[in-house]
């Protein structure tokens, strides 16, 4: 059965905290998988980078990291010098990410993350050519490290360039790479999909890595109308053969680095800090209960 996981900064007001600390906490929670920010995690000293590797594998933590990519990284810029250096620096990630044990680098690692498309507004085949042009560059490191690059699918507010499965399918296949892959998200799904189960079975075999979480960024299951289809959901992933990581990316928590990045400008938290825990584990029950109907349908 599938992993279920977490994004660190859930417990988090700001990024960078006590990372060993969180996979511990997460294990004790019965979570299985953690993802992180990876440039965090880079400038880390290497004894810390190699503690939080052993101890993720001594507590059967499965680890993916994911970057917060800015302007400087863009390698759909028309700014060839940025390209450059994006290719550079998702190179490294790739590397770093093997290094850690981890066959996950995922996220928006095809451009910037917020990036807003350049010149004439219906037409971003130039962006998506660029950004092909340089994964070109950087695939063959992905490939030779063993790692899945994830592009991760989000809604129109948060970037231009792939915004649905359809073109998160579009652009894997036009660059054949056996280790170029997608990660979808129920959050961002919600927003640009018209049949989200669908969306699923379209993607197929190209889905390794996948979040979960209700239209409003609370955890998965304590939507109060049913919006989140999870049974189609979890039915689809059953369908489509997904055996990856299902990662919890709930963000509840006004204020500091997390709250502002993520625009959370009301407090989505219940209770006091105690209750993220309860959350949690009542989110893992709920995720753990969808999986097995979907799979006891088959019998």
């Not at 790739?94 to 910037?112: E, L, N, P, R």
């Not at 507004?121 to 063959?140: G, H, T, V, Y």
């Not at 409003?216 to 992933?237: C, E, H, S, V, Y």
Request: aromatic share 10%.
């Amino acid at each position: 059965m599938n992993r279920i996981g977490i994004h660190y900064a859930y417990w988090q007001r700001d990024w960078n905290t006590d990372f060993i600390e969180s996979v511990r906490h997460a294990a004790s929670l019965g979570f299985e998988a953690v993802d992180f920010a990876t440039a965090d995690i880079m400038a880390l000293p290497r004894p810390k980078q190699a503690e939080l590797r052993d101890t993720a594998k001594g507590l059967g933590i499965a680890l993916s990291f994911l970057p917060a990519t800015g302007p400087e990284v863009d390698i759909a810029s028309p700014d060839r010098s940025i390209r450059e250096n994006g290719v550079e620096y998702f190179k490294r990630c790739v590397q770093f990410t093997a290094d850690m044990g981890s066959d996950i680098f995922a996220g928006i690692i095809y451009s910037a993350w917020q990036a807003r498309v350049e010149g004439i507004l219906n037409d971003k085949s130039d962006a998506l050519e660029r950004s092909r042009e340089s994964l070109r560059k950087i695939l063959p490191t992905a490939e030779d490290c063993g790692v899945w690059y994830c592009l991760e699918v989000v809604n129109r507010y948060e970037q231009y360039l792939l915004n649905t499965a359809e073109e998160g399918i579009a652009y894997v296949d036009s660059l054949n790479s056996p280790r170029l892959k997608l990660l979808l998200d129920t959050f961002h799904m919600n927003i640009e999909e018209d049949d989200i189960p669908g969306a699923i079975r379209r993607v197929g075999g190209r889905l390794a890595h996948f979040h979960v979480g209700e239209p409003n960024r609370r955890l998965p299951g304590q939507g109060k109308d049913g919006r989140m289809p999870w049974k189609g959901i979890f039915t689809a992933l059953r369908d489509v053969g997904y055996t990856g990581i299902i990662t919890m990316e709930p963000f509840v928590r006004m204020g500091g680095q997390v709250g502002k990045a993520i625009c959370v400008w009301r407090d989505l938290q219940e209770g006091p800090d105690e209750a993220l825990d309860a959350d949690a584990r009542i989110s893992i029950g709920f995720l753990r209960s969808q999986l097995a109907a979907a799979q006891a349908a088959t019998l």
